[in-house]
T-cell receptor, first 110, second 115 residues
Framework: QKEVEQDPGPLSVPEGAIVSLNCTYS??????FMWYRQYSRKGPELLMY????GNKEDGRFTAQVDKSSKYISLFIRDSQPSDSATYLC??????????FGDGTTLTVKP | DTAVSQTPKYLVTQMGNDKSIKCEQN?????MYWYKQDSKKFLKIMFS???????INETVPNRFSPKSPDKAHLNLHINSLELGDSAVYFC??????????????FGQGTRLTVV
C-alpha cells in the first residue's frame, strides 16, 4: 500500500465548475501538506502549503486538511481553462521525508 | 519496476568535495528535471531537460551542472560542496506530448548532507 494515495483522474469539467482534488495517506508522521500544479513541459510549482488541520484559502483555491481522517483536499472554485494541469499532493514528515501523490490531471473545458 | 530512480538515496560528504547524483527514468519520457527541497520543505526547480537539451535553468550556482547523456538519464554534478547545499534533491520526468503530458513522476529523492 502506498503511503499517499491520490485520486487518479483524469478529471474533465466545464468552465466555472467547482473542482475537488483529494489525497489520503497512511503515515501519521506527515506534518506538512502541499499541493503542486504542473503545466505541460513545466516542473511542478507550489500552489498551497498547510501545516495543521483546517482550511486555507488563497483566491479561488482552498486547501483542506483533516489529520484525524488522514485526508487532504484541494478545491478550485470557478475553474478556468488555465487551471488545466496536473495537481500533485505532497506530504512531508518533520524528519524531512517527502512523499508525493501520483497526480491528478485536470482539464477545464471552455 | 521503478519509474524514476535516483542514486544514491543518502549522501554525506565533506565541504569542498565534488559529488554526483544519478537519475534514470524508464518511462520513455522526453523531459527530466532536478528539484531541490530546502529546509522549509518547498520544492524548487533547478533544471529541466527536454530530449537532452536544457530548457529551464533557474538561478543556481554554477557549481551545479546537469548532464544528460541520453533522454533517459539526467545526472547532477555538484562541485565544491558547501554547507548550504544540504537538502533533498529530487529528479523527475514527464512526457512532452500526449494525454498524460502534464504528469510528473518523481524519484524518491537524494538526501545530501554536507558536513
Amino acid at each position: 500500500q502506498k503511503e499517499v494515495e491520490q485520486d487518479p483522474g483524469p478529471l474533465s469539467v466545464p468552465e466555472g465548475a467547482i473542482v475537488s482534488l483529494n489525497c489520503t495517506y497512511s503515515n501519521s508522521a506527515f506534518q506538512y501538506f502541499m499541493w503542486y500544479r504542473q503545466y505541460s513541459r513545466k516542473g511542478p510549482e507550489l500552489l498551497m502549503y498547510t501545516y495543521s488541520s483546517g482550511n486555507k484559502e488563497d483566491g479561488r483555491f482552498t486547501a483542506q486538511v483533516d489529520k484525524s481522517s488522514k485526508y487532504i483536499s484541494l478545491f478550485i472554485r470557478d475553474s478556468q481553462p488555465s487551471d488545466s494541469a496536473t495537481y500533485l499532493c505532497a506530504m512531508i514528515t518533520n524528519a524531512g521525508k517527502s512523499t508525493f501523490g501520483d497526480g491528478t490531471t485536470l482539464t477545464v473545458k471552455p | 519496476d521503478t519509474a524514476v530512480s535516483q542514486t544514491p538515496k543518502y549522501l554525506v560528504t565533506q565541504m569542498g568535495n565534488d559529488k554526483s547524483i544519478k537519475c534514470e527514468q524508464n518511462l520513455g519520457h522526453d523531459t527530466m528535471y532536478w528539484y531541490k527541497q530546502d529546509s522549509k520543505k518547498f520544492l524548487k526547480i533547478m533544471f529541466s531537460y527536454n530530449n537532452k537539451e536544457l530548457i529551464i535553468n533557474e538561478t543556481v550556482p554554477n557549481r551545479f551542472s546537469p548532464k544528460s547523456p541520453d533522454k533517459a538519464h539526467l545526472n547532477l554534478h555538484i562541485n565544491s560542496l558547501e554547507l548550504g547545499d544540504s537538502a533533498v534533491y529530487f529528479c523527475a520526468s514527464s512526457q512532452e506530448e500526449g494525454p498524460r503530458d502534464t504528469e510528473a513522476f518523481f524519484g524518491q529523492g537524494t538526501r545530501l548532507t554536507v558536513v
